[in-house]
């Protein structure tokens, strides 16, 4: 999933974004992974001043593997 910032933050923010917390998320700003925090049980991520796109994925190594062991 990809979020445009746009105009950009002028200041340190974080975007909160409603979706279910698994430690499998991981988040870039502007092609960086700037270390995401949990805080209510969704990603949210500090922005730095100026971020113009974040870029979130999910990855499960567990469901990989499970699906490796199904084939």
Same mark, same amino acid.
């Given at each position: 999933?990809? +979020?445009s910032l $746009? /105009? @950009?933050p002028r200041d340190s923010s *974080? #975007?909160?974004i409603s979706e &279910?917390? *698994?430690? $499998?998320w991981r988040v &870039? #700003?502007?092609g960086r992974p /700037?270390?995401?925090a949990r805080r209510s049980c969704a @990603? $949210? $991520? /500090?922005v730095a001043p100026g971020a113009r796109q974040l870029e979130l994925s999910y990855h499960s190594q567990a469901i990989a593997r499970g699906i490796a +062991?199904?084939?």
């Open positions: 999933m990809t +979020i $746009d /105009p @950009p *974080y #975007v909160l &279910n917390w *698994y430690l $499998d &870039n #700003v502007d /700037p270390g995401a @990603p $949210d $991520d /500090p +062991i199904g084939s």
